[in-house]
């Protein structure tokens, strides 16, 4: 891409491995630069930018109980980032984690109700998870058996099954008396709630053991990636699908087993939220959001399962900032949009990883090298 | 008094079918150009805040209308600096535009303790033809009963079926969608092409998400557009990237959002949230059909080039 200017030209050329210093500086001042476009937003709708920043910081980090806020938020985006990373790896694009969440929470909740307090501790809260997951697996498999055999899009079987996965959760608690719903309240539909000795474990205040299940999903999955047979061949099937199947790799099983894992790592995430947080089904709480972000998380962190985890935390912190901007006279919606910019933000800075930029004679001028 | 609902539902499903259409016929010429852009959802809902927060400010509709699609547009160039110049995965880039403009909606309407969501427009799209004709049998409610926004997305129907596939720019665009080498080779320009139609898309959700707030619901909540924005990705999907089929698909995915409400008062009882998901289930079904048929795949599956970024040197 040449663009002249004058006697000049300014060329931009791909680059490999860009130095330490700029894979560094590209993101941080890519946030900055979305501070800076968010702050005039803020600004012109006739609010405090430096006031709602300030207490961003506060409300999002410091102190205790900021922090454990954060750490809850953060604990499904990471296993969203987390499925939508390892699909990526593949070339697959799975944007589906949303529905898959919500079946998982289905799932774990229907499983958490059915065991009532018929197996309590470790094991069962390890069954009701494992239900989440499988259902997650299983909610990835519709789209992905059509994708493995008749080379079905696959971004937009997922996409789709989201919506499907909303309706049918909303169907069970708002539209009808089915089992998950509590059927004694009819003014506010609710889900009905799991046994206690279901909750998981706590370790300081709301904060739940799903942190450490996250954190541990992303060391599994980092392994796997990387010094499994299965790792590799996901990595060779994205890199080139043509010779993966010269090598015999099976790539429509391939396309599969990624795929459920994908599936399974989101519902976990659905589990998680249902045994750590909601302690049911809860429509209110498992709407659209956390897939989407999911998927930006992944790409932010560069596809790199340890870099999801600060990433995610990072998005967390914005969000949870929301509600205590109220007290100081900023909207607490203003935490979304701002949200979405950075997420543009830095995906742009991107851009700068891959790329450098020239200036140079222009061509035909007479110090103009042969290109 | 069972036709009478039956009818009232289709009526009412053109109302809805509407925004759809209009966000679907912009998202089509948006990936007839290769360019796939998941972000209507936040591009109707930022285009019609402000596209609304106008109809409460002044009385001209058309003005609130061409604002609000303004705005998409404005929303659609980021995706388009994103996706065309900078070659970003576009998933991505079109999710956080879903993000950012969901936020920025919501941002704008809790301004003032939320004074927006207290206000209306100052007028109304009102019927085009008069009553004598909108009482006829049958024909009167479901052609003549129309405000102009109805007529003006028919017209954009006729007008995108004849400029896609009538004429040369139809042909460039097409081409650049297809296979954006050949067209760079001949002459077209990829990138301003993949640009304009990239903001006529965002042009086509604003405008759609305009309709929604202040003609249909003559008032603002937040996530007012409740899923339509998706429903809009998945209508052009469902319709083979072709104008006409859209419309028809406009109006089907309109009666199943408003079947489920009809069919309860002739007594039958179907959970509105299985209709609400039918869209979904009968565009991955369709998409299935397409996929596994070669024969039709050929003719009614996605551009080639679509979400395929195009850069001159590694061609």
Known sequence: MNLAVGAREIVVERRPLPPLWVRAAAPTFSVFFGLVIGAVIIWAAGQDPVLAYTEMVKKGFLGRLPLIGTLVIATPLILTGLAALVAFRMKIWNIGAEGQLIMGAVASAGMGLWIG???????????????GAAAGALWAALAALPRAYFNTDEVISTLMLNFVALNIMNYLIFSSISYWRDAERVTFPSGRGISEILFLPRLSGRLHIGLFIAVAAAAVLWWALRYTRWGFEVQVTGDSPRAARYAGMGVDRKILSVLMVSGALAGLAGGIE??????????????????????????LARLSPFGVVPVAVFVASITNAGPGLQSIGVSSEVVLMLEGILFLCIVAGEWFLRNTIRVQPAAGSPAARPA | MNESVIL??????????????????????????????????GMMLGGGVVGFWVSTQHTSLPLALAVGAAVGALFALVHAFLAVTLRVNQIVSGLALVITGTGFAAFIGSLNDSALTYERPL?????????????????????????????LSWVLVAASAFWLFRTRWGLSLRAVGEDPAAADTVGISVTATRYIYTMVGGAGAGLGGTYLIAGIFSNYQHGITAGLGWIAFALVIFAGWRPWRALAAAYIFGVLRNLGFSLQIIGVDIPADFLNALPFVLTIAALILISARSSAARKYSAPSALAVPYSRESR
């Open chain 2, 8 to 41: 009232l539902s289709i009526v009412s499903a053109v109302g809805i079918g509407t925004p759809i259409l209009l966000a679907g016929l912009g998202e089509m010429y948006t990936e007839h150009s290769g360019v796939m852009n998941l972000g209507i959802e």
């Open chain 1, 274 to 299: 249902v045994g750590g947080v909601l302690h049911s089904l809860d429509p209110r709480a498992l709407s659209l959001g956390v897939g989407f972000a999911g998927i930006v998380v992944a790409a």
């Open chain 1, 117 to 131: 307090d018929g197996v309590g501790g470790p094991v069962g809260i390890v069954i009701m998870l494992a239900a």
């Open chain 2, 123 to 151: 007028s109304s799209f009102e019927p085009v033809f008069g009553e004598g004709m909108r009482d006829l049998p049958l024909v009167g409610p479901l052609v003549f009963g129309h405000d102009w926004v109805v007529y």
